[in-house]
């Protein structure tokens, strides 16, 4: 069962709306404050990311860019309010594979991840989420977990920060491919998650590795996996879920930069070359890097093709989650 891969061509693409007309970018922008969205709580991986990345941006573009966490619904509630917000460059949207992720979840999300959004570039992606559990959870290894959990249908919960989340697609795949049933709690954000897993009112948890470290080699917590195809160095001793027994299990989370639908091609590449020039910079890229990140910056043609086949690929595995996922099943 193959997971995220961003080269896989997958041909379908999600309903258009109307098309938006562009509007030219002044010679003066940007002359005022800059909006950007993060439709997470503070502390989680895109908030972390941008607040990084804003003080570069601020410096070249000469305008403050000031973050603005609007939490809800697995992104949902922040990133509606970047589709209503004017097309001329002050308002962008910042966040995570939760953008392509989420929709296929949620019949309710009020936009389209594709035609909404003029998309500017796939700024960083990460080696997959880590699997903790509480540092005093019985389990040492996902076999272990696994096996509890075909034991003990339903008794297992796992947190998640909102449908279509990294904390979510990773675990519900999990569930799939093992035929597991292991019940997923909603919450607004990662840090509300991670709190009742810290607290062991949790079983388990789908989280960045930038986040998990530190409770990690606290002992507050244990990883049991990492969800991407190979080790991260932060975290080498910590097994992938293809070598946890999980074959072609490999996802990982991305973080992406939007516009609303409509800006100008002058400003989506002005936008782009300000992305690369910050992420150039050796201190972000020293950053990058105890967090597990790697920098990417790719143009807004090839971000717009990756977020189509993203979108498409998730409609088609929120097929296969929904139809294959049973309380008892048989793994996939």
């Not at 509007?23 to 989680?44: C, E, K, L, W």
């Not at 590449?269 to 790719?298: C, M, N, P, W, Y």
Request: aromatic fraction near 8%.
């Amino acid at each position: 069962m193959k997971m995220f891969a961003a080269s896989l061509v997958l041909g379908a693409s999600l309903s258009g709306t109307v098309a938006v007309a562009a509007q030219p970018t002044p010679a003066d922008y940007p002359n005022r404050p800059i909006r950007v969205v993060v439709p997470s709580p503070p502390g989680g991986p895109p908030d972390a990311i941008m607040r990084m990345l804003a003080p570069k941006l601020s410096a070249s573009l000469g305008q403050t860019v000031v973050v603005d966490n609007r939490p809800g619904a697995g992104g949902v509630v922040g990133t509606a309010t970047v589709v209503k917000a004017a097309n001329d460059g002050y308002t962008w949207l910042f966040t995570t594979a939760s953008h392509t992720n989420t929709p296929p979840f949620n019949k309710n999300v009020p936009f389209d991840p594709v035609a909404d959004f003029s998309h500017v570039s796939l700024v960083a992606q990460n080696f997959g989420q880590a699997v903790v559990v509480p540092a005093a959870s019985p389990f040492r290894t996902v076999p272990q977990l696994i096996a509890h959990a075909r034991q003990y249908p339903g008794k297992l919960n796992y947190a998640s920060a909102g449908l279509g989340t990294a904390s979510h697609i990773p675990a519900e795949v999990m569930k799939a491919m093992a035929g597991v049933d292991i019940v997923a709690v909603q919450y607004k954000g990662t840090g509300e998650a991670i709190t009742d897993v810290l607290a062991a009112r949790m079983d388990l948890l789908f989280i960045g590795t930038n986040i998990a470290l530190p409770h990690v080699q606290a002992g507050r917590l244990r990883a049991l996996a990492l969800t991407g195809a190979k080790r991260w160095k932060g975290m080498p001793e910590v097994p992938t879920m293809q070598e946890a027994g999980f074959k072609d299990y490999n996802i990982i989370n991305w973080f992406g930069l939007w516009l609303p639908a409509g800006a100008s091609p002058a400003l989506m590449t002005r936008l782009h070359a300000e992305i690369v020039q910050a992420l150039s910079d050796a201190e972000i890229r020293q950053q990058f890097d105890k967090l597990g990140l790697e920098g990417v910056g790719s143009k807004p043609e090839e971000f717009a093709k990756f977020v189509a086949q993203q979108s498409a690929f998730m409609l088609n595995l929120a097929k296969r989650i929904q139809a294959t996922t049973k309380p008892t099943g048989k793994p996939l």
